[in-house]
């Protein structure tokens, strides 16, 4: 059987809208999130592959998945992320949540409205987070504004993607409800730009991707390692000014992404509000100190 890695878009941790496990994060907690991220990636791309049958897109997550388990040595990604997770005494549940996401990437072509599409996140964003969460030893408390983020992050790349992912795979993940609400319907994704029906639908969900980007607003000063904060603070910084392209654009005919000097003052104004929060956190904790 041909490997998963023979699948590979050519896309690495570099070209993605956010930064994944920057020079921001520890180096000894570098090497296990990348080989979290080389898996995903590898998974991500069968499930996404133009000429692969669905039952072949499967066979191979399966193959990951019992690679990732130890019943197999098929795959380098897989076990490069076994040996990671049996080092740091972690669980493969993420990496299996997200395996589940990709087998509904291959299954599932349409979501009926914003709590089915939310489901799907709980597989396809939340984990990620959870993750690099638990590498970094954080606690549980810290996971409803990292899902909140998370899920942000994903139905950002949803809508900026939603065109080419129509075109390319057929695959729908604006809530049906919502289109026909605002009197647009799934085709009409494909045109080379939106309907005024479809732009309404489409600003009118990255309002709501926004809203969560606000729920997650306390995330970055409630994580104890500082470099890991810094770098929640730079992709929240990433998310809200994305999502504000998104309520302002049409996603189908304008430029809804960040390009590299728009991320570079992103990271910088990430940096330094979370720099600021953690004084600021700091400062707090002293005065309590003090009146103690």
């Not at 699948?7 to 956010?18: A, L, M, P, Q, W």
């Not at 990951?64 to 490069?80: C, M, S, T």
């Not at 950002?156 to 409800?177: E, F, G, I, S």
């Amino acid at each position: 059987m041909t490997a998963a890695a023979d699948f590979r878009s050519g896309k690495g941790h570099r070209d993605e809208n956010f930064p994944v496990a920057s020079v921001l994060i520890s180096p000894e907690h570098r090497a296990p999130i990348l080989a979290f991220y080389e898996f995903v990636r590898t998974a991500d791309d069968i499930a996404d592959h133009a000429t692969l049958t669905a039952a072949e897109k499967l066979s191979h997550l399966d193959a990951l998945e019992q690679d990732l388990l130890g019943h197999g040595d098929g795959n380098a990604v897989a076990i490069r992320l076994r040996t990671a997770l049996e080092a740091r005494q972690l669980s493969p549940r993420h990496a299996q949540d997200l395996l589940a996401a990709f087998r509904m990437d291959v299954t599932k072509l349409r979501y009926r409205d914003w709590d089915e599409l939310i489901g799907y996140c709980s597989l396809s964003a939340m984990p990620v987070g959870r993750f690099v969460l638990d590498v970094h030893g954080e606690p549980r408390t810290t996971w409803p504004a990292n899902d909140a983020l998370c899920v942000a992050l994903q139905i950002n790349n949803h809508l900026q993607d939603c065109r080419a992912d129509y075109r390319d795979l057929n695959r729908v993940y604006v809530p049906l409800d919502a289109l026909a609400a605002a009197g647009a319907g799934a085709e009409d994704l494909g045109a080379a730009k939106a309907s005024p029906a479809l732009l309404r639908c489409l600003q009118g969900l990255a309002r709501r991707t926004a809203a969560l980007i606000e729920e997650s607003e306390g995330f970055a000063p409630s994580i104890s390692d500082f470099r890991l904060s810094l770098e929640v603070a730079v992709i929240t910084t990433m998310a809200r000014r994305i999502a504000g392209l998104l309520t302002t654009r049409d996603a189908l005919s304008e430029s809804v992404h960040l390009g590299k000097f728009a991320m570079l003052q992103a990271a910088l104004a990430g940096i330094a509000a979370g720099s600021l929060n953690r004084l600021r956190r700091g400062g707090a904790a002293a005065g309590v100190s003090r009146g103690a």
